[in-house]
């Protein structure tokens, strides 16, 4: 009976976290000090209840200097891209995250870490002019 109830409970929390939204990709691009970022995301849109609603990017201290609001559901266009340009990465800021949030299961858990000392890395890709 213990065994049972540990496997059900760790199949209801991977059911819990499987409709949380999915960071697929981050492409930035540098002009100056300011950035531009396309940010493609995957989720299980179904509505206005539950949808993805915003992407941003923190420092490892959780401090946020960068967020796009998603307006609307996507649910017949997934996964999709959104962009957001005139980002300024604070003064000092070598290593940050981009978070994704969707309206019910709030920020996700997948989070891709960005090394701007690296031109690419695992789902991301910089490009600077």
């Known amino acids: 009976m213990r065994y049972g109830m540990i ?4 199949a209801f929390g991977s059911a819990l976290t499987a409709n949380e939204v999915r960071i697929l990709n981050v492409n930035l691009d540098q002009r100056g000090y300011e950035w531009s970022a396309s940010v493609t995301l995957k989720h299980a849109d179904s509505g206005w209840e539950h949808y993805a609603d915003a992407w941003r990017f923190v420092t490892p201290d959780g401090t946020e200097f960068a967020r796009r609001t998603l307006w609307h559901p ?11 340009s005139g980002i300024v990465i604070p003064k000092g800021v070598k290593v940050f995250f981009v978070e994704a949030h969707d309206r019910v299961h709030g920020w996700s858990q ?5 090394d701007l ?4 890395g695992p789902r991301y890709r910089i490009r600077t002019q």
């Open 110 to 114: 997948d989070r891709v870490r960005i």
């Open 117 to 120: 000392a690296k031109p690419k």
């Open 74 to 84: 996507h649910v017949n266009e997934q996964p999709f891209t959104r962009s957001l």
């Open 7 to 10: 496997a059900l409970l760790l």
